[in-house]
């Protein structure tokens, strides 16, 4: 299944929704690239004392579930995540997870919401209550894109430490990628 392309309101092919739709989708294809590399044991392994490549991915995949839950409600709540331990310590149910946030993805109308003002909450200092502003989908999604990419980094950084071959655009933001092209 694809996404067959969002249209814009003149029915035209929107590249700006496109591009957002399938920036998310990479960071799940990344995902899936390091499930297929790394045996379960590396995958809940604590690097240096801090948190597991499967603490990460978890991370990621929780951010993602926020939007869409927040998408149906109507306000999105980052700090709503499910934090299911079985996604950061069991590689089937990460990769069940990943599946399940790919197909919404590739099922999503971006049309529908492109634009869209929507209420996002979350905490942002620790000594105070959450913030609430308003963005819109659109944004929301550039977001994931880069925090996911954030984690990402990290995960290769720890993955390349213990000896793992990513490929070499793993974990690299987009800007980054197309300055090394030129």
Do not use: W
Request: net charge negative.
């Amino acid at each position: 299944m694809t996404n067959p392309g969002i249209k814009d309101s003149s029915g035209e092919a929107n590249l700006e929704g496109n591009q957002l739709i399938q920036g998310c989708l990479n960071g799940v294809r990344q995902c899936e690239q390091l499930l297929a590399v790394i045996p379960p044991a590396v995958f809940i392994e604590l690097s240096n004392g801090n948190s597991s490549i499967g603490a990460h991915l978890r991370h990621i995949l929780d951010r993602f579930q926020c939007f869409f839950s927040g998408i149906q409600q109507g306000r999105i709540d980052y700090d709503d995540r499910e934090r299911d331990k079985s996604i950061e310590t069991n590689i089937e149910a990460a990769s069940f997870a990943l599946n399940s946030i790919q197909r919404r993805f590739l099922s999503f109308d971006l049309s529908e919401y492109s634009g869209k003002n929507i209420e996002v909450s979350e905490s942002v200092y620790h000594e105070g209550e959450a913030v609430t502003l308003l963005s819109t989908i659109d944004r929301e999604l550039m977001g994931l894109i880069s925090h996911s990419t954030h984690h990402l980094a990290i995960i290769g950084l720890i993955t390349k430490s213990l000896g793992y071959q990513m490929d070499s655009d793993f974990g690299k933001a987009a800007s980054t990628i197309l300055f090394e092209q030129t």
